[in-house]
Structures are given as C-alpha cells and as structure tokens.
C-alpha cells in the first residue's frame, strides 16, 4: 500500500447515481484537480434507467482520459479509487461501479464504496470552510435535512414523497419546456419565475420536519391544464410554495440543533431564490450561511473522489467483493469517522 | 407588567416568558418570515395561530395535558398561554434510568393515544414538545401543525413523526422507548386500532426513500 500521507497522494472518484457520469480527482488535502462531467439528457421524458447506464458505458473512457489530462496526473499515481456506491438507479451505479473495479484493481490501489448523499455534504463542507452544519441537501432524487450528531449524518427531515428537483423537473415537462445542456430544468423554471407576478395559493404540507410535495405538483398540472395562468405565475408559486416548506423545515432542525452554519447543497442549491430564502433562516438564527458552488452542486466526480480522501484516510475500504452497488443507501447508514 | 423575556426562537415562532395580570405565561408570537411571500406567510401564521388553541383545548378535555390558553390575539399572531413548570422530556430521557425511561415513554404513548381516540393529530410529536411537571404531568405543546381527523394515515404519520424524533434525538435508545411508546399507546385505542396504525406506521416507513425492506417487494 502507498503511503497515505504524502503530500503526492490522489484520490480518483467516480460518479454515476443518475444522470451524469463524471470523474472527478483530489488530493488528500482536498485540492480538487479536475471534475469532468458528461450529463445525459434523454430527448424526452425522463431519465430511463437503461439509457442513462448505456450513456455513461459510452462515455466512461473519455471522461477518465479528460480527468487524467486536466488533473495532470498519470494513472500510477492514483493512490485509492472512490466511487458512488449508492443510492441511485441501479444500471447506472453498475455502470459507475464496474469501472472504478476494474480500475482500482488494473493500477492495484484500493477501493472506497462512497455514499452519495454523503459526498454532497463533504464536497459543501470543502468549498465552503463549513464545519458542523445544518445541511439542507436538494436535487432530483433527494430532498434531506441532516445534522452530524455522534458518528453519524443523522436524517433531521426529508420528503416523504418526490424529491424537490424532481417535482421541479415533473412540472417542467408536464408544461412542455425543454432542457438543454448545462441548462436543466431548474434553470428553465427559475428563468421563467423570476418573470412571474401573481403568486397563487397551493397545498402547502409540511409535517414535522418532513414535508410532502406530491400534492403540490397534482394542484400545479391541473392548474396547467386549465390554462388560465401564465406559465411564469405558475412557476413563481410553484418556487415560492415548495421552497417555503424546504426552508421550513430547514429552520426548524437548525432551532432545534442549535447549529451555527446552515449549508445547501444538490443540484437545486444553484436556484438563487432558494438561496436567499436559506440565507435568510440562517441570518435569523445567527447562523453563517453556505451555499457550496455551483460546479459542485450538481452530481460529480470531485465529491466522490473528496469523500473517498476521507473515508481511506480513517481507515475505511471497501473490498471487491462487498463492492455491490446499495440501491437504497441511506444517508445515516454509514459512519463517519472522520467526522469529530 | 415586566418585560417579556425570550427564552426560545423556535423555528416558527418565538416564546416569550412574561408577567400577565400577575401570571407567568408564555407568548407565543409568530412573527412574518420575510423569505415568503406575505400571502402564504400571513395565511400559514393565521391558520396556526387559529388552529393550535383549539387543538390544544379539545386535548386537554381528552385528557392530555397542555398549557391554559389565555388570550388569542389573531390580528398579531400571538397566544398567551400558561406557563409550564418542569423539564423538557427531550432532556429528560438521556439523564434517566432505564426504567424511568419506560414509564415515561409508556405515559407518553397513552397520551398519544388520548389524543388520537379523540380525532386529535399532534403534527409534530417530538420529545422537545413535551414537559415534565414537578408533579409528574407530561403537558404537550406546541400543536401548530396539529389538525383535527380520525384518519389512519394521518395517525400513521404522526407515530411515524414521533418514532423518527426518537431516532434522531436519542438513537441510543429509540428502539426501547418506541416500544413503551407503542406498549402505552395499544393501552389506550386497543390492541385492534393499535395495531393497524402501526402497520401503517410501517408502511409510511416503506414509501420512505431508500428502504431495504422494499427491495423484497
């Protein structure tokens, strides 16, 4: 085994839960060096499981090659290879997993299995100087509210349904916008609310610390349907509602913790009416206000690649053969030892 | 009468300990959230403000202990209620012995159930919203997200609330305590009713994200 301590030393980290397949290098101290994303856009509808896993096969080659070259390192000098090991779709995770295996086990490094929701805390925490914070973690396929409390991320609230992004991005096809690379759905439906005026009432369901917002996005397609509100009035109240509950509930586990940093991460932490809606809660608590980058909100690389840096340094690996890809990985399944 | 003292920002409202025609009482004031829109602000604090007393009212006539409420005033968003002597359970349960923990978690089970047989949901069931009384009396608070129905679902999730307050604020020993929890609360509505509402209680769990149990299904 390579000495883990050296200044010299490389995590490479795959990512592959969902959409995008990205590679992503760090070093052990947490300088990222590269994170290559190639994200899959189906033509219509959503992401099919299949299609995505066959994307990411086609494309895994080149993305490595493009996270060799612009990290400017060569593959011997790789000391441990991370990868998402869950949760996520399972064609796609395969896909992520059979080549982090093959490659950790062709350069004869080790390793480390990464829990996805995981990752976007710690990559949040890397970017943003974050130390113990409250995280409200948002993107297609997670809506989670967590605190780090005794060896553990700890699930404080979370959808009890479809997750925030997703609900965004049900709306957005249901509506018949179109996604573009590098301007998902989000962006598309964030443009369009920041022109919306009228702000309509819609089921609002927070309970405790969870909320539910199934009911929110059958309310907004019938509204479509009845095709008396612009569509900019619908994506402002669709915004204005469901990251009311977010914020919510995110207030909520932070009066409740006591925490002094509220940080957002996932891909809908790039929306910027979320962030000040955040931003505010956390001024109210006398909390510093995170937000991670957008280059690391959305699924990637570097996140794993970070994670894998802290699991390996704590003595965390995971052999070839405990490798399986966890489907339904829960957040406050894995211990974090390198958390104080 | 002495200023009001704030003793918790909570995340909906603040409290206020204050002197009220020569009682201690505590305020409740749900100040605007400036980060919604006022619309959807003022209707979610009016409805609370409207709905919690009553709640908390019919509670205390199925025989579930909460604070007196003395004034609503509608308009401010603010209630004026008893204040309640004691500790708060959720810092209770880690300082106490085992079997006290039991006994304890078996009253707050009967409490829950109390509430139920009486169409009662709490909302949010969680050990920061409970008070122990010097005379051994566990008053329940904060009913703000409370609603009034007989529903299984509805008692489904607020078991569920309470099973993952458990979880995440005393993982040591939440498996115990929703036992007695449960012990207490079958005491109440029956083993029949009890026992429907914690198949519900694992099914809610079921629909929760990435669950293992699911992968059988």
């Known amino acids: ?340 | 009468m002495s200023r009001p003292l704030l003793i918790k920002k909570g995340a909906e409202a603040s409290l206020y300990v204050a002197d009220w025609h020569g009682r201690k009482v505590v305020m409740k004031c749900r100040l605007p959230k400036k980060y919604r829109p006022s619309s959807l602000d003022e209707r979610i604090r009016t409805y609370r403000t409207i709905h919690e007393p009553q709640l908390m009212h019919e509670a205390k006539r199925a025989g579930v202990p909460t604070p007196t409420i003395f004034l609503v005033d509608v308009k401010n968003t603010i209630i004026v209620m008893e204040f309640i002597e004691g500790k708060q359970v959720k810092r209770l349960l880690a300082e106490v012995s085992a079997s006290r923990r039991q006994l304890l978690c078996l009253k707050i089970g009967e409490l829950v159930g109390k509430l139920h047989r009486c169409g009662i949901i709490h909302g949010d069931l969680t050990t920061s919203n409970m008070i122990l009384s010097p005379d051994e009396k566990v008053f329940f608070v904060d009913f703000g997200l409370g609603e009034k129905t007989r529903e299984l679902e509805a008692r489904g999730v607020d078991l569920h609330l309470m099973k993952r307050a458990l979880q995440s604020a005393h993982f040591r020993f939440a498996a115990e305590c929703f036992d007695a929890v449960s012990k207490g609360y079958f005491r109440v509505l029956g083993c029949e009713v009890g026992k429907s509402v914690l198949d519900k209680v694992r099914e809610i769990e079921k629909r929760g994200r990435y669950v293992s149990e699911r992968r059988e299904e």
């Open chain 1, 1 to 340: 085994m390579k000495d883990k301590t050296a200044d010299g030393s490389y995590c490479l980290g795959i990512e592959s839960t969902a959409d995008d397949f990205s590679v992503g290098v760090s070093t052990f101290k947490g300088r990222i060096l590269a994170n290559i994303r190639s994200p899959y856009v189906p033509v219509e509808g959503g992401i099919h499981p299949r299609e995505a896993a066959r994307h990411h096969a086609e494309v895994a080659s080149n993305v490595l090659k493009e996270a060799f070259s612009k990290s400017k390192i060569k593959p011997k000098n790789v000391s441990v290879v991370s990868f998402s090991q869950g949760p996520g779709l399972g064609p796609c995770l395969r896909t992520g997993a059979t080549v982090a295996r093959a490659l950790a086990s062709y350069l004869n490094v080790p390793l480390v299995g990464v829990n996805h929701c995981i990752a976007h805390v710690e990559i949040g925490k890397l970017k943003t100087g974050a130390n113990d914070p409250v995280t409200l973690y948002v993107s297609g396929g997670n809506t989670i509210v967590s605190a780090f409390d005794s060896g553990r991320y700890r699930v404080f609230g979370e959808t009890l349904d479809i997750a925030l992004g997703n609900c965004l991005d049900v709306f957005a096809r249901e509506a018949g916008l179109r996604q573009a690379e590098g301007k998902p759905f989000g962006a598309v439906v964030e443009d369009l609310a920041a022109k919306g005026k009228k702000f309509l009432p819609l089921p609002y369901s927070v309970k405790g610390m969870d909320i539910s917002l199934s009911g929110l996005l059958t309310a907004l397609t019938n509204l479509l349907k009845r095709r008396e509100y612009t569509l900019e009035d619908l994506c402002y109240s669709l915004q204005e509602t469901a990251f009311s509950m977010v914020t919510e509930v995110t207030e909520r586990a932070l009066a409740h913790t006591e925490k002094k940093e509220v940080l957002l991460t996932g891909g809908v932490a790039a929306n910027k009416r979320l962030q000040s809606m955040v931003k505010a809660i956390a001024e109210e608590h006398d909390a510093r206000f995170c937000v991670v980058p957008s280059e690391f909100a959305v699924d990637n690389g570097a996140m794993v690649a970070w994670t894998g840096v802290l699991a390996y340094t704590h003595g965390v690996v995971t052999p070839v053969d405990k490798s399986f890809v966890k489907l339904r990985w829960r957040l406050e399944e894995v211990e974090v030892p390198w958390v104080e």
